[in-house]
Every structure is written in structure tokens, then in C-alpha cells.
């Protein structure tokens, strides 16, 4: 009887293990359900110094690389303000500018149609006398923009195409701002925040030949929490039946 007891408790034992992973496999399927909505490497844009245009600061629209979108970048000061692709955060590419100003911005524009729960994240860095200080912000409109989350780019850091530096990547959860679900356009925005005296990386002056650059910016969309719910669900339930069958 002891041993046909302990061989109960041993295959019960084993049906919760089995269960567990089959749970955890089904949470790792709804997240690997994420959708890239854009994404910029960069990889395979050739933008040399003079290419912006030169009477607004502008940068012309790049096409992301994956998905569809579209990313300029913007500098209120024409003259000596320069864009660039220099290597990357372990790539080979990355879109850098110099001469920035408090308020000049990268900014991309997606369609979110069909998509929520967006989450955008990049890499970023920047030259000893390129700016530190800086704001994520998005808009719906194109116009009218919310700073959503500020941060402070670390000290310079050097990229290089053959190894990833993980201390300038960001990642920001904007699935609580519902109103950019479901958008013809949205829009968001990496604004530098840093004032001219004090606000380069290394604690100096920001210099006009300070650079800032950005790599792998991406805007995806994530399950909503009612889908891994159910995924959860889904493990208890195989539980459930295993167990009952077991029993019976």
C-alpha cells in the first residue's frame, strides 16, 4: 500500500511539473505574438554629411526597415548642423547629428490601425560634448506633444559595430496611453532637453560638434494582459485535467 501511495504522489508530482511547463509555454507564445509595428536599424541607409536639408535642419524621412513608418530628425539651427551614419550599437550604422539645441528632436511616425499596448524602445548615445538630457514624447497629432518619460544619456559611450553596449538601450511601456491605439499616425519624439551651459554628457558645454546618435528605435505592439491571462488559464486547466483524470 506504501508503495503504490508513493508512486501516486510521485506521478501527481510529475503531472504539476508537466503542467507548469506547458503553462509557461503558453505565456512565452502569447509573447512571442509581439508586433513590430516599425523598427530602424539604419543598416541600409546612406546619409552622407551635407545630405540634410540644408534650409530647415531637416533630415529627410527615413523608411524603417521593418514594418512601415517613417523617422527624420530636426535641428532649429540650419547652418553647421550635420546628419550622419556612423557605426552602430553593434551594427554597422546608426543616425547621428551634431549642433544640437534645446527642443531639436528625432521623430518617427507610425500607424498604429489595428494595434495597442505599445511599448518603444532604441539605443542612444553620445559624444563628451553632445547633449545629455533628454525627453520621450508622443503625440497623436503631429502638433500638440506629452513628455512621457525624461532620461539622462550615460557618459560617453563608444559604439562599435562587432559588440551591442547595453547601458544605452531604453525601453518604455506607453500601454496605459490609450489614445494612441489604433491611430492613422502617431508620433513620437526624442527631444533634446539639455541646456546649453552644463548639458553635454561629459558636464560641460553642449558643443556645436557634439554628437547625439540613435540606433534601433522601434515601436511594437504587445499582447494585451487579458491574452496572457488566458494563456495562464490554459497551464491551470491542463492542471486541472490531468489531475481529474488521474483521479477517476
Not at 126 to 148: E, R
Request: with cysteine; hydrophobic share 40%.
Amino acid at each position: 500500500m506504501e508503495t503504490q501511495t508513493n508512486f501516486k504522489l510521485l506521478y501527481e508530482k510529475n503531472i504539476v511539473v508537466l503542467s507548469g511547463i506547458l503553462f509557461c509555454a503558453g505565456i512565452s507564445s502569447v509573447i512571442a505574438q509581439t508586433n513590430t509595428i516599425a523598427d530602424w536599424t539604419f543598416e541600409s541607409v546612406s546619409i552622407l554629411a551635407q545630405t540634410n536639408t540644408p534650409a530647415d535642419g531637416n533630415v529627410l524621412p527615413i523608411a524603417a526597415d521593418v514594418g512601415s513608418g517613417s523617422l527624420t530628425g530636426h535641428h532649429a539651427t540650419a547652418v553647421g548642423s550635420e546628419f550622419s551614419t556612423p557605426s552602430g550599437n553593434g551594427s554597422s550604422k546608426a543616425l547621428s547629428a551634431n549642433n544640437w539645441l534645446a527642443n531639436d528632436y528625432w521623430q518617427a511616425q507610425v500607424s498604429t490601425l489595428t494595434y495597442a499596448n505599445l511599448i518603444v524602445v532604441w539605443d542612444q548615445t553620445a559624444s563628451a560634448t553632445g547633449p545629455k538630457n533628454w525627453a520621450l514624447q508622443y503625440s497623436t497629432d503631429g502638433t500638440a506633444f506629452t513628455s512621457f518619460f525624461t532620461y539622462t544619456v550615460p557618459a560617453a559611450t563608444a559604439w562599435n559595430p562587432s559588440t551591442a553596449a547595453t547601458t544605452t538601450s531604453y525601453n518604455v511601456d506607453l500601454t496605459s496611453v490609450l489614445s494612441l491605439d489604433n491611430l492613422s499616425a502617431a508620433y513620437f519624439r526624442l527631444v533634446d532637453t539639455s541646456a546649453a551651459t552644463g548639458g553635454a554628457v561629459n558636464g560641460g558645454n553642449v558643443g556645436t560638434s557634439g554628437t547625439g546618435r540613435i540606433d534601433n528605435f522601434a515601436v511594437l505592439s504587445v499582447p494585451e494582459p487579458t491574452s496572457l491571462a488566458l494563456a495562464a488559464l490554459g497551464g491551470f486547466a491542463v492542471l486541472g485535467l490531468s489531475i481529474f483524470k488521474k483521479r477517476n
